[in-house]
Nanobody, 131 residues
């Protein structure tokens, strides 16, 4: 089993920055074999979780939804079994619960953007941006 534990998040004013961390525990020997994705879901949304960003298993490829390009940066440190989502220039519409997830298939290249493509999920962390 793999557990993903998230930290970070909180309340920030528009234009501010936050970092989210996602640390794998349990069977972590294969963490470096899997891409990691970040998703979000607005509190009142009935839609499925929205893809935000992903990073390939080796960190060489990244992918972002258009609305966060140039503002968010995803990275990973496989030696520490950690992935990080750095969020800058935050906007009120970024307010949501953010989740990290491990891709279902190994050696992913950050191209999977749907929740069904991920099997292990973090517990979620709230990000609130005030105007």
């Amino acid at each position: 089993q793999v557990q993903l534990v998230q930290s970070g998040g909180g309340l920030v004013q528009a234009g501010g920055s936050l970092n989210l961390s996602c640390v794998a525990s349990g069977r972590t020997e294969s963490f470096s074999d899997y891409a990691v994705g970040w998703f979000r879901q607005a509190p009142t949304s009935r839609k499925e979780r929205e893809f935000v960003a992903s990073i390939s298993y080796n960190g060489r490829a990244t992918n972002y939804v258009d609305s966060v390009k140039g503002r968010f940066t995803v990275s990973r440190d496989n030696a520490k079994n950690t992935a990080v989502l750095q969020m800058n220039e935050l906007k009120p519409e970024d307010t949501a619960i953010y989740y990290c997830a491990r891709e279902y298939h190994p050696f992913g290249r950050a191209v999977v953007t749907v929740p069904d493509g991920y099997d292990y999920w973090g517990q979620g962390t709230q990000v609130s941006v005030s105007s």
